[in-house]
């Protein structure tokens, strides 16, 4: 027999009982540490969806500006080019009537000054 262990020489059931003492501050200890890391867990989610949330408000924003800009410069480029269109319009009534005067120049001055 074996005097020196103190664990040895106490009843079995006060040994169980202090293991199950130990053992249930042990299940408390990680319960309490799953719930530190659930709760972590849930913050870190919460920062992230708050964070895509916001890129995505932000992206939003720029999408609508850009487009805004985009409709702007289309709408401008429109105008410039109506713009020429009527200069090209103009220039080729021009065109036309000095052809014409052209043709007609000479055949009233055969029809006239013969």
């Keep these: 027999m074996n005097t020196g262990n103190k664990m040895n020489s106490k009843p079995l059931e006060e040994r169980v009982s202090f293991l ?3 053992i249930e501050v042990l299940i408390n200890q990680v319960n309490e540490r799953l719930r530190g890391i659930e709760s972590e867990i849930s913050n870190l989610r919460n920062e992230m969806n708050e964070n895509i949330n916001n890129l995505r408000n932000e992206m939003s924003a720029k999408i609508d500006s850009s487009r805004s800009e985009t409709k702007s410069e289309i709408n401008s480029l429109r105008s410039e080019i109506k713009e020429l269109n009527d200069k090209i319009d103009n ?12 043709w007609l120049i000479p055949i009233l001055l055969r029809f006239f000054f013969p």
């Design 91 to 102: 220039q080729f009534k021009w065109l036309i009537g000095l052809i014409v005067a052209s």
């Design 20 to 22: 199950e003492g130990k």
